[in-house]
């Protein structure tokens, strides 16, 4: 995964405290058009995805149903505003490694799978 930033005049938004958090996500109305059902879906669907991902397997039908969602909703679903998230990891060397690999900067780090983060900072490590 790599991230790139929307626009480098505006800082990107972090969230102090869970109220922040509370009023950021009723700006953005993230769930706007997605049905609950989806979003059971979606929770569920990375572990899946990752062990897919990571061992070169094929999809089945119901974990290609999901990985078209979720597709889907990524490409429908973007933020108004830039945002810090938050990543607690072990160790980096793993995904530094990977990113050289790949023959990417000394700055990036690469992740062969979806990447969990946190929108506050307490979660990170």
Partial sequence: MIL?????ANSPLTFKAPQDLCVFVKNENPHCGIMEREKIIVNGIGCTLNNVIRS????DYNTQRD???LQRLIQTHTLK???IVNR???SIEYELTLARNKGLSKKCLFH???VYT???NAYSG
């Fill in 4 to 8: 790139h930033e929307k626009n480098k």
């Fill in 56 to 59: 070169g397997h094929k999809l």
């Fill in 67 to 69: 990985k078209d969602l």
């Fill in 81 to 83: 505003e830039s945002i």
């Fill in 88 to 90: 607690a990891v072990r």
């Fill in 112 to 114: 062969d799978g979806f």
């Fill in 118 to 120: 946190s929108l506050l």
